[in-house]
């Protein structure tokens, strides 16, 4: 069993940045992908980014040059790095662990408005 705990969620204002962090518990599988997702209301849960346990990461197109991400393995931890932030960027973000099983935190609220 894995758990994963959110952090870093805000309001802040366009243009501005926040950095979002998820750390992971438990039995961690060896091989997983770990990811961010957000959900907007009314709106799908759609990618924002993702990366593996041996570094390849993946971007939504919409976030691409102003989102990072990166992960810890000591540690279990999961960032993403959001700069340039937009009010199309607001939505719930969510952490997903993906290995044998599939994992998601409770979500982190990120408003971007002025």
């Known amino acids: 069993q894995v758990q994963l705990v959110e952090s870093g969620g805000g309001l802040v204002q366009p243009g501005g940045s926040l950095r979002l962090s998820c750390a992971a518990s438990g039995s961690m599988p060896s091989t997983n992908v770990m990811g961010w997702y957000r959900q907007a209301p009314g709106k799908q849960r759609e990618l924002v980014a993702s990366?593996?346990?041996?570094?390849?990461?993946r971007y939504a197109d919409s976030v691409k040059g102003r989102f990072t991400i990166s992960r810890d393995s000591a540690k279990n931890t999961v960032y993403l790095q959001m700069n340039s932030l937009k009010p199309e960027d607001t939505a719930v973000y969510f952490c997903r662990l993906t290995g044998t099983r599939d994992y998601w935190g409770q979500g982190t609220q990120v408003t971007v408005s002025s």
């Open positions: 990366v593996t346990s041996r570094g390849s990461t």
